[in-house]
């Protein structure tokens, strides 16, 4: 397949996947058509136009990756792009932050999605290239620039040792990983499972920001019980009307999710 045409495949999926998350529901103080959520900032036309401005840069992701360049040599790049797509989204969003851990995830899994079809790997070498490309990433939380405004990860880090979705991509994505196998179906319902999947195993560093180490505690025991036990909507509403009213938002959860979601279709579509 042309470089051009397969980047412009892959942002088909990208836009796909982020849509599907801001409409999975319930999902437990998240942005949704359906409500706010825990914010007061935005809301789903908040999210639509991010995503909007975001994709382009994806398709500029793909094209770093679709290359015979080793991915080891990707990093300045990649983090270019980024930067640019952040500003862009600021720029769109009036300021609010929308979307700024999932341009890192999506984009980190793009680039790697790109460069292991370029290089003719299998779907398990994706996680790989993720490890490789950002292997610096996390060395970064040891040099933070105080003077800046600091993230949700980098806060995390700062008072718990807690990397967040930087560590997640680390180790390779390990929880989008198993993820993948609770993701059985394309519909709302096992999105929402997913979610619950994810939140259960997710040091989620936007809950701590928000509502503490000890709330993330609670949440991953309820998302347990709940995935281990079963659960009725009734239930799901009960708790996402519970997290709103506590300020509680997984977001480091919504950008795993939508990663699960984008490599479960790429999967279909490249690597079968």
């Given at each position: 397949?042309?470089?051009?045409?397969?980047?412009?495949?892959?942002?088909e999926?990208?836009?796909?996947?982020?849509?599907?998350?801001?409409?999975?529901s319930?999902?437990?103080?998240?942005?949704?058509?359906?409500?706010?959520?825990?914010?007061t900032?935005m809301?789903?036309?908040?999210?639509?136009d991010?995503i909007?401005?975001?994709?382009?840069?994806?398709?500029k992701?793909?094209?770093?990756?679709?290359?015979?360049?080793?991915?080891?040599?990707?990093?300045?790049?990649?983090?270019?792009?980024?930067?640019?797509?952040?500003?862009?989204?600021f720029?769109?969003?009036?300021g609010?932050?929308?979307?700024?851990?999932?341009i890192?995830?999506?984009?980190?899994?793009?680039?790697?999605?790109?460069?292991?079809y370029?290089?003719?790997l299998?779907?398990?070498?994706?996680?790989?290239?993720?490890k490789?490309?950002?292997?610096?990433?996390?060395?970064?939380?040891?040099?933070?620039?105080?003077s800046?405004?600091?993230?949700?990860?980098?806060?995390?880090?700062?008072?718990?040792?807690?990397?967040?979705v930087?560590?997640?991509?680390?180790?390779?994505?390990?929880?989008i990983?198993?993820?993948l196998?609770?993701?059985?179906s394309?519909?709302?319902?096992?999105?929402?499972?997913?979610?619950?999947?994810?939140?259960?195993?997710?040091?989620?560093?936007?809950?701590?920001n928000r509502?503490?180490?000890?709330?993330?505690?609670?949440v991953?025991?309820?998302?347990?019980t709940?995935?281990?036990?079963?659960?009725?909507?009734?239930?799901?509403?009960?708790?996402?009307?519970?997290?709103?009213?506590?300020?509680?938002?997984?977001?480091?959860?919504?950008?795993?999710?939508?990663?699960?979601?984008?490599?479960?279709?790429i999967?279909?579509?490249?690597?079968?």
């Amino acid at each position: 397949m042309r470089k051009e045409d397969f980047c412009l495949k892959l942002i088909e999926y990208t836009n796909q996947a982020m849509l599907y998350e801001l409409f999975t529901s319930p999902s437990f103080g998240l942005i949704s058509p359906y409500t706010n959520g825990s914010h007061t900032d935005m809301n789903a036309k908040t999210f639509i136009d991010s995503i909007s401005v975001i994709n382009g840069y994806m398709f500029k992701f793909a094209k770093l990756g679709f290359s015979e360049i080793p991915i080891d040599t990707m990093y300045e790049e990649a983090v270019r792009i980024g930067k640019d797509c952040e500003q862009a989204m600021f720029q769109k969003t009036n300021g609010v932050n929308t979307h700024k851990g999932l341009i890192f995830v999506l984009g980190t899994l793009v680039i790697s999605v790109a460069k292991a079809y370029y290089d003719q790997l299998s779907f398990d070498s994706i996680f790989i290239n993720a490890k490789t490309l950002i292997r610096d990433k996390l060395t970064e939380l040891h040099h933070i620039d105080h003077s800046k405004e600091l993230t949700s990860g980098e806060k995390a880090y700062l008072s718990y040792n807690i990397g967040g979705v930087r560590e997640e991509a680390y180790r390779g994505f390990p929880t989008i990983k198993q993820a993948l196998n609770v993701l059985c179906s394309n519909d709302s319902n096992s999105f929402v499972r997913t979610l619950i999947y994810i939140m259960s195993r997710c040091d989620d560093t936007t809950i701590i920001n928000r509502a503490g180490l000890e709330t993330l505690t609670r949440v991953k025991e309820e998302m347990s019980t709940l995935y281990k036990e079963g659960y009725d909507k009734s239930r799901l509403y009960d708790l996402e009307h519970d997290y709103i009213e506590k300020g509680i938002s997984p977001g480091g959860s919504a950008d795993l999710l939508c990663g699960t979601l984008f490599l479960s279709l790429i999967k279909t579509e490249f690597f079968t």
